[in-house]
């Protein structure tokens, strides 16, 4: 089994940035792909970004693209040491829990992975 542990949320005014961490601690070996999913009310949950154990970026969203970035804490370190999500330019619609998941390697839905965080909140004021 693998436990996720998220921080960095909080209340930002749009234009503003935030950083996400996320840490994995368990059976870290079967990780071979990291992402950030998020889920504002009432909408389902959807991908952002996903970063392979490789350090190649899978999968990022459109609406992401340019603003928000996927990486890794150390490039010596394995990727569940820690994995940052950087997210500039805020914008309301950005609001959202943000969710840490862990899969396979080849992960990029959200079915494909089997681990997930609690969650932090993002909170994008106008």
């Known amino acids: 089994h693998v436990q996720l542990v998220e921080s960095g949320g909080g209340s930002v005014q749009a234009g503003g940035s935030l950083r996400l961490s996320c840490t994995a601690s368990g059976d870290t070996e079967s990780i071979g792909s990291m992402a950030w999913f998020r889920q504002a009310p009432g909408k389902e949950r959807e991908g952002v970004a996903v970063l392979s154990s490789n350090n190649r970026i899978t999968f990022i969203a459109d609406s992401m693209k340019g603003r928000f970035t996927i990486s890794k804490g150390d490039a010596k370190m394995p990727l569940y040491s820690m994995m940052y999500l950087q997210m500039d330019s805020l914008k309301p619609e950005d609001t959202a829990m943000y969710y840490c998941?862990?899969?396979?390697?080849?992960?990029?839905?959200?079915?494909?992975?089997?681990?997930w965080g609690q969650g932090t909140q993002v909170t994008v004021s106008s």
């Open positions: 998941a862990a899969g396979c390697e080849r992960a990029t839905m959200t079915s494909d992975f089997s681990y």
